[in-house]
């Protein structure tokens, strides 16, 4: 399949962007830092508030005429990661205060500081927590990264157009190409089963 | 002179006095046990001597060094820590750890022991309250019981001078106190310093060296548990003792 080789590393690199972005995102508002943190609910109101098919343009159609010209994929790459961090911080920050204080009082009792509490107590377990919904994110950009076509990114949904307009067979590749997006998801879903069952090994969260 | 001294602590929750002028000191080997009803300011006193509730004021004296409660410096504050265990009333084992991480994740991370010898460190606390065999468990796993013995056993784990333990066994159901007060009853044996708010009244009267009664955010009365159960001075402090004592029957 054509693009294939596009849609997974646009995919890879910017969910991988993603989650750095949502976990300091969320780690600025649950430590409660000043200016970071009202920076972190100011962008993540704009981002959750426009469409991502407008984001795409203003990046790379709007920025060129202000001087900023992004090529198509990298432009894509930015877009999606900064997107998809927005919805992932709001996922990463309820999963990390649905720890209860409880996990970092006792952390403070044996000695730990809080850098330490957090990294080895507290976001692991929300990360347990924010594991099927992010999972979930994940699914769902893979499909989203169909929109990159429309700033020429050569992704699978650009090559199936291309291919479907020299040969005019739009209902057989199209179709395929569907069915290509369901396999990514089905593959998916069976990661996430597998990842879950691991995590479960201490018994999910459960007190 | 007293291992820990607290002077005068203050502490209000927004226009709520909590703690209202308490003074306590505690020598080695001292067995304390604070009783009152519910609302007295007993968590909220165990709270603000370990830092993790801010005192208004009041001075706490801790290896001879006395600290002003309310200006008490980070860095001091897990200096104390490091030589003192907490054990909650709802256990707070980390859920993400396994009975025997439980007790050395303080450690290794900590106190920078190394993990070979954490690990046996861990395992000879876990032993020491009978939950050796379970040391591969997680927190999910366990029974109430076992979870709060496993808590003593992280609590115990950095060699503390002093032990505080918030109504260890009230999340618990009855059949599963005896084994979690036996286990503090060892340790007292051993000389362990602890401060125990508790509402085991058999608990304070036979294994504790000292009684207080608190309420209102006031000491009422304190005294060496015989005497102090045998021939309470204040009439608050008989009332309290003769309903804790029909609350049994
Ligand atoms: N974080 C808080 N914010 C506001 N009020 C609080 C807070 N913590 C405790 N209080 C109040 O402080 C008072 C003392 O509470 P505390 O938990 O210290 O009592 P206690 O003696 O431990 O009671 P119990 O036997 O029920 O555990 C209560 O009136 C409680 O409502
Ligand atoms: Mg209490």
Redesign the interface.
Known sequence: MPGLLVTIPLTVIAFSFAMIIAIILAMVQVADVPVLKQFARFYIWVIRGTPLLVQLYVVFFGLPSVGVRINAFPAAVLVFSINEGAYCAETMRAAIESV?A??M?????????YY?IMT??VL??AF?TAFPPLFNSLIGMVKDTSLAANITVAEMFFATQRIAGRTYQFMALYLELAFIYLMFSTVLTRVQAWGEKRLN??????? | MAMLEVKDLHKSFENTVVLDGVSLSVEKGDVVAILGPSGGGKTTFLRCI???ERADSGTFTFDGVTHDLAHIKNREI?QI??K???V?Q?Y???????ALQNVT??LI???KVEKKKAEDIGMRMLEKVGMADKASN????LSGGQQQRVAIA??L??DPEIIYFDEPTSALDPELIGEVLSVMRNLAEEGMTMIVVTHEMDFAKNVSSRSIFMEHGHIVEEGESAAFFANPKMERTREFLRMEANRGI
């Open positions: 209860p409880g996990q009082e006792a952390g403070y009792c044996v000695g730990m500081n330490q080895r107590i692991p377990q347990r090994s201490y018994g999910g969260n459960k007190i | 370990n830092f993790l897990s820590r490091k003192t265990g907490f909650f709802n707070n084992l980390f859920r993400n750890k396994t994740e303080g991370v900590a106190h997680y927190p999910s796993q992280r609590a784990s950095a």
